[in-house]
């Protein structure tokens, strides 16, 4: 089964308008990434969080990790075409010695003029 | 700013050859990861290098190998290349490991024949 889970799966949204993107882990997340990939191109590092309750923006893309450190969510205010792609999160399981990220299943967003 | 470069952004080999893929990290970075993302699929982390050493293992198949040279960049060399070796590979790299952002690079297409 899959570490991380992402829904929805797909969006599809009209300029303009807000849209939340969630990632829930059943474990204890210790680093959170959330990357955005344009269809077969590489991962943009968009943020990391870390501590239980951060929230980062950036331009009109705000991120959040839960109290609990499980559950995090990306939003995105008065979409335009540009932040159409897939959004990725990715998890540091915060095991010694390890060095890989985990990544959630991804969300397609599409967004029409 | 300088990103991870990668090259060839696109290879076609046929089953049973040999291909090798290289990755130059972000200067001053010193960990280099590799990641394998198949067709709708998650990108897999197969290996990762730090100082030059081999830092942590994932899913890398045994026809595969890889190292980091003393200017850090990475080769990822795969023998015996079978048609589900067909994938995006990715190769990323951070400042130092465990905990550090790791920055992604274009990606190498891959498709065997």
């Known amino acids: 089964s899959q570490e991380l889970e992402q829904s929805p799966q797909s969006l599809i949204v009209q300029e303009g308008k807000n849209l939340t993107i969630n990632c829930t882990s059943s474990k204890t997340l210790y680093g959170l990434y959330w990357y955005k990939q344009k269809y077969g191109e590489g991962l943009i590092f968009l943020m990391m969080?870390?501590?239980?309750?951060e929230e980062k923006s950036h331009e009109k893309i705000t991120a959040k990790l839960d109290e609990k450190k499980q559950q995090s969510s990306l939003h995105i205010t008065a979409s335009q075409p540009s932040h159409a792609g897939i959004y990725l999160c990715g998890a540091d399981r915060g095991v010694p010695n390890t060095d890989k990220l985990i990544f959630g299943t991804g969300t397609r967003l599409q967004v029409f003029p | 700013a300088a990103g991870v470069i990668q090259s060839p952004r696109h290879l076609i080999k046929e089953k049973r050859e040999t291909a090798t893929l290289k990755c130059y990290p972000i200067?001053?970075?010193?960990?280099v990861y590799w990641y394998q993302q198949g067709p709708g699929q998650d990108p897999q982390f197969l290996i990762s290098f730090y100082e030059k050493m081999q830092s942590d293992k994932g899913s890398i198949p045994d026809r595969f190998s890889a190292q980091q040279f003393s200017d850090y960049h990475s080769e990822l060399n795969m023998s015996s290349l079978e048609l589900g070796d067909s994938a995006l590979y990715f190769c990323?790299?951070?400042?130092?490991?465990?905990?550090?952002?790791?920055?992604f690079g274009p990606g190498t297409r891959l498709l065997v024949l």
């Open positions: 969080l870390q501590k239980g309750g």
């Open positions: 200067p001053r970075h010193d960990t």
């Open positions: 990323a790299s951070s400042y130092s490991r465990l905990q550090e952002t790791q920055y």
